[in-house]
T-cell receptor, first 114, second 112 residues
Framework: DAMVIQNPRYQVTQFGKPVTLSCSQTLNHNVMYWYQQKSSQAPKLLFHYYDKDFNNEADTPDNFQSRRPNTSFCFLDIRSPGLGDAAMYLC?????????????FGPGTRLLVL | DAKTTQPPSMDCAEGRAANLPCNHSTISGNEYVYWYRQIHSQGPQYIIHGLKNNETNEMASLIITEDRKSSTLILPHATLRDTAVYYCIVRLSQGGSEKLVFGKGMKLTVNP
């Protein structure tokens, strides 16, 4: 089945140690998104790629970066994780960017910062 | 910012229909209403969306009022696996504002 895959499901890192989260998709969708969801809160968009065009949300900290080397893969890099970055990180994809294009989410990666 | 209002929680008996309300009084003519749900520790799951007309799929029905200021998601025969946080979201249909802005959602608990 076509799907959005996130690895690993759980990631533990140390305070200040760079960490990379991975997302891949078999849907051949043009758009890939990264959301952050802290405990008991709603998901919040960090940034997205439309093909190779990167779109950052205005309030996304500089500590968060992303790479999309090809259509199928997208990475979230946290350069110096702080305790406040512990959260579930959700990857989503959509065929297009308009409001009528459904976003499909992966299972998420839960990040723990020690 | 989220443009929808949902009650914080709702209970439903297993096997009964669950009717989940959502107010979106400031919705524009080109904005879609989307419903997602999130089961604990999983990614959000798409349920259904609509613009003006009522919609039905294998998961649920979406009833949108004629003035489009509110809608109701109907799960016709709720099961225990439908226990989740349900998000009602409005999105622009075009113009580049493709963000899903999640509000607080509504926790639905289906009881045996």
């Amino acid at each position: 089945d076509a799907m959005v895959i996130q690895n690993p499901r759980y990631q533990v890192t140390q305070f200040g140690k760079p960490v990379t989260l991975s997302c891949s998709q078999t849907l051949n969708h043009n758009v890939m998104y990264w959301y952050q969801q802290k405990s008991s809160q709603a998901p919040k968009l960090l940034f997205h790629y439309y093909d190779k065009d990167f779109n950052n949300e205005a309030d996304t900290p500089d500590n968060f970066q992303s790479r999309r080397p090809n259509t199928s893969f997208c990475f979230l890099d946290i350069r110096s994780p702080g305790l406040g970055d512990a959260a579930m990180y959700l990857c989503a994809t959509s065929r297009g960017a308009s409001g009528q294009e459904t976003q499909y989410f992966g299972p998420g990666t839960r990040l723990l910062v020690l | 910012d989220a443009k929808t209002t949902q009650p914080p929680s709702m209970d439903c008996a297993e096997g009964r229909a669950a009717n989940l309300p959502c107010n979106h009084s400031t919705i524009s003519g080109n904005e879609y209403v989307y419903w997602y749900r999130q089961i604990h520790s999983q990614g959000p799951q798409y349920i259904i969306h609509g613009l003006k007309n009522n919609e039905t799929n294998e998961m649920a029905s979406l009833i949108i009022t004629e003035d489009r200021k509110s809608s109701t998601l109907i799960l016709p025969h709720a099961t225990l696996r439908d226990t989740a946080v349900y998000y009602c979201i409005v999105r622009l249909s075009q113009g580049g504002s493709e963000k899903l802005v999640f509000g607080k959602g509504m926790k639905l608990t289906v009881n045996p």
